[in-house]
Structure formats: C-alpha cells, structure tokens
C-alpha cells in the first residue's frame, strides 16, 4: 500500500442547524453497559468502545424523543459500530463464508417478527432486563450478535407504526446483503468504480433502519404516495450520500492503511491518479453539489406534491419534517464525528489495527 500523504478533514459545506439531546451522556453509557451484557464487548474494552459516542450521535439525530426511545436507538448503533467492526475482521482474516449463517438469521428474523404493542421506555440494561431467550433449532441465534439484533429488532418495531415497520423490514435485509458487496471489492487486485461503491454505500452505510427509527421516534408518518415521490427519494439520497463520503474522509487513515477499497476518497485516488489530499478536496466538491442538489430539490418539492396530487397538509406536513429529519443527519453526523466520537483520532484505528474491543470469537456458530 502507497504511503499515506498527510491531509487535513475538511469543514464540509453543511448550512444545517443541530443541537444535542440533553439525554446523551446518559444513553451512552447506558447503550455501552448493554453491549457488555449481551457479550457484545469485553468489560475491559468498554471505555475505548463508549469513546465511540453512540448516544451522541443519537442525541444529536433525535432530540426531543422519549429517553427510552433515543436510548434504543443508542443500543441500535452500538451494535451497528460491533457488526461493522467484526465483519471487516472476518474479511481480513479470510472467515467471511462465517458471516453468511448470522446474517440469514437476523434477515429471517426481521422479516417475521410480530409486532406487538408499543412497550413503555426501556430502563437503563442492567441485570433484571434480560437478554431474549435463544431460538431453538437454529444455531447462529445462540450467537450474541445475532441475539442481541433479535432483541432490538423486536423493540424497534413494537414502536413504529404498520407504515414505518414495512420500511424498516425492507431495509435490514438490504443492509445486511451489502456487506457481501463490501466483502466483495475486497477481493484481492479488485477495485469497484466508484459509481458501484456509491451505490453500495448506500446501504452498508447502515443508515436508512437508524432514519427509520428516527421517523417513528419523531411522529413523521410520510404516507406511500408523498413517500414514491422522486424528489423525496433523491433527497435521501443526497443526504446518505453527505453522510457517508464525510465518514469515508474521516475514517480514511484505517481504511487506506489496510488496503480496504471501500472508500470514496481511496476510489478516486486510485482511479484518477490523485494523492490523497487532493483526493480529500474532490469528495469535498462532491459533498457540496449533492448539498446544493439537496437545497434546490427541497425548494421543488412543493411543486412536486402538487403534481403528485399530494394535497391532504398532515402528509405535506410529514414531507416537510423529514426533510429536516434529513438534514439534522448531514450536520448532526458531521458534528458527532469531529466533537463526540473518538474513534477516528484512535492511533489503533488510523493505523488500521484492530479495535481493543473487537472479538475474534464472537462471529462464530456453536
């Protein structure tokens, strides 16, 4: 691998407001005992692993949401940040056929769990919340990752609407499925185009359950009709794809340092024959004209509706607030990465090692 030219994070083109959940402290820590519980971490790693800032960033994305919702959704991320992290050390050490019989699991599992009435807020994980009772007959449900998904799963969809609970079955699986598409531009002499990895990334960004969570967390009920628009669909689009170019630039150093191709920024080095800090400057130009696409969609969504024959204001209403749900993300994680979250100032991380809290023995069936 090249040698890794030093650049400078840039202060990405976001004119978007944010503030923090006064909850965020408290999820978090919360959010990172739960992980211990359910034998997602080791006890000895937690510090390192709640400098993640989970509940921050939840905080920041869903401010305003009952505690034990945003905590939820802390928990929801904390096992985000352990799945993303275990699975690229089963690439590396060549163990991705392992993956395959958890990932059908939980896909099995989101696809037929019931959804029961909406519980009240979760206490804080702690010894009397016990973990869900293991699924006879099938072995990977034994496996913590998995059971630990099955729990949440159930949780997340007990508070969301029918509506909103055919998104989130939606979204899980194709989320799961485009970690077999990372695992495969890992391929050894292999590098997708950058136009496949941006589709890709769409969706192991892991973002659209969390936007999910976050519409159901704030009431944002966009019927089906307002929901099939195009300009709201390319909406999301740019928004994921603000997200997570902005992450590929921070977390560059671990990602280039071990040869992972999964990142914008590495892509259009090597496709176009740039160092790195211009290849930072490029994702950067690419950050501010999906924003100024994002801005000049919203202000044509009303025209939009129209021709849609979207007239009733509660659904109009909804277009409007996740709108703002949208860009609350763009800016919420930008600021998450450069103030809460220690992960990407972590030495371990930009030299591509391991994180303390990652599990060798954790993605594996009995």
């Known amino acids: 691998m090249p040698h890794l030219d030093p650049f400078t994070v840039p202060e990405f083109h976001l004119p978007f407001e944010n503030s923090k959940d006064p909850g965020a402290d408290r999820a978090n820590a919360e959010a990172t005992a739960w992980a211990v519980d359910r034998g997602l971490i080791e006890a000895e790693a937690s510090e390192q692993f709640a400098g993640i800032g989970f509940g921050h960033l939840a905080a920041r994305v869903d401010r305003g949401a009952p505690y034990g919702r945003l905590l939820l959704l802390a928990q929801w991320m904390a096992w985000s940040f352990v799945l993303d992290d275990q699975h690229d050390l089963l690439i590396r050490s060549g163990r991705v056929g392992d993956w395959q019989p958890l990932s059908a699991a939980m896909a ?22 016990p973990a869900p009772a293991k699924a006879a007959g099938d072995p990977a449900r034994a496996n913590p990752l998995v059971a630990s998904f099955a729990e949440l799963c159930d949780r997340i969809l007990a508070g969301m609407s029918p509506l909103i609970q055919a998104r989130y079955r939606r ?5 799961l499925r485009s970690l077999d598409e990372e695992a495969a531009n890992r391929r050894p002499g292999h590098r997708p185009a950058v136009e496949e ?22 009431g944002v009920e966009v019927p089906d009709g307002a929901d099939a628009a195009p300009e709201l669909r390319e909406l999301l689009w740019s928004a994921v794809d603000v997200i997570s170019w902005g992450n590929d630039v921070f977390s560059l150093p671990k990602e280039y340092s071990c040869g992972d191709t999964n990142n914008l920024a590495a892509l259009l080095a090597d496709w176009h024959g ?12 690419r950050i501010r004209d999906r924003v100024e696409e994002f801005l000049a969609v919203s202000r044509s969504l009303p025209t939009a509706l129209d021709a849609l024959g979207v007239t009733d204001p509660a659904a109009r209403t909804a277009v409007r607030r996740r709108v703002r749900c949208y860009e609350e993300w763009m800016i919420g994680t930008d600021l998450w990465q450069r103030h809460d979250c220690t992960r990407y100032r972590d030495e371990r991380f930009a030299a ?10 954790l993605v594996s069936v009995a």
């Open 108 to 129: 099995r599992h989101v696809s037929g769990a019931p959804a029961g009435p909406a519980p009240a807020d979760p206490a804080p994980a702690k010894a009397a919340d």
């Open 171 to 175: 979204h899980v699986p194709r989320m």
């Open 197 to 218: 990895y941006v589709l890709t990334r769409r969706h192991s960004s892991q973002l659209l359950p969390m936007m999910d969570m976050v519409e159901a967390d704030q």
């Open 274 to 285: 740039l160092g790195l800090p211009d290849a930072v400057r490029a994702v950067e130009g």
């Open 352 to 361: 591509g090692l391991e994180a303390a809290y990652t599990r060798p023995d």
